[in-house]
């Protein structure tokens, strides 16, 4: 499974320096949840993959809930 992260929307629709802090403190509180074991992909341009095969159904629904989706086959 997939997790994509732009760095282009971590400041969502920000108007205040509060505002900016409070979208980075969420991307924060998402990056802890992600397991540790996750590869990244780093495509220096913006993009952050993490890739992470999940154990079992719960750990499916684990990732699905932290917005991880099947990763596309080419």
């Known amino acids: 499974m997939e997790l994509l992260i732009r760095g282009k929307h ?4 920000s108007k205040t320096k509060k505002d900016m802090i409070d979208c ?9 949840q992600i397991p540790d074991e996750a590869e990244i992909t780093n495509q220096e341009d ?3 993959f993490f890739h992470l095969e999940p154990k079992d159904k719960d750990d499916r629904k684990y990732l699905k809930r932290l917005g991880f989706e099947r ?3 080419e």
């Open 10 to 13: 971590i400041f969502g629709k």
């Open 46 to 48: 913006d993009y952050i």
């Open 24 to 32: 980075l403190v969420h991307h924060i509180d998402l990056i802890r």
């Open 71 to 73: 990763e596309e086959i």
